[in-house]
Nanobody, 120 residues
Framework: QVQLVESGGGLVQAGGSLRLSCAASGSIFTINNMGWYRQAPGKQRELVALITSGGYTNYRDSVKGRFTLSRDNSRNTVTLQMNSLKPEDTAVYYC??????????????WGQGTQVTVSS
């Protein structure tokens, strides 16, 4: 069983900062991509930022320059530092990881979601 535990959501004023963390645990053989998605009410879930096992990052255009995704392979964690937050960043943020539990297959795993609310 693989579990993703998220932390760091909350309420912040526009222009402020939040830091989201996600830790993977359980029957992990390897972790490939790991990152964050978000879903606002009435909208589809969208990629926020992703980082590969080699440290390559991919950000959606609207967060480039404001958000930074980092990875600590020793702890199987990713951290999303969110600065200069805007009301449009308000959403439930979900951690996602592509994980192999053995040498034959890999699956996507999701955290339970953490609410980020940015007030104006």
């Amino acid at each position: 069983q693989v579990q993703l535990v998220e932390s760091g959501g909350g309420l912040v004023q526009a222009g402020g900062s939040l830091r989201l963390s996600c830790a993977a645990s359980g029957s992990i053989f390897t972790i490939n991509n790991m990152g964050w998605y978000r879903q606002a009410p009435g909208k589809q879930r969208e990629l926020v930022a992703l980082i590969t096992s080699g440290g390559y990052t991919n950000y959606r255009d609207s967060v480039k320059g404001r958000f930074t995704l980092s990875r600590d392979n020793s702890r199987n964690t990713v951290t999303l530092q969110m600065n200069s937050l805007k009301p449009e960043d308000t959403a439930v943020y979900y951690c996602k990881a592509t994980i192999s539990i053995n040498s034959y297959s890999a699956n996507a795993y999701w955290g339970q979601g953490t609410q980020v609310t940015v007030s104006s």
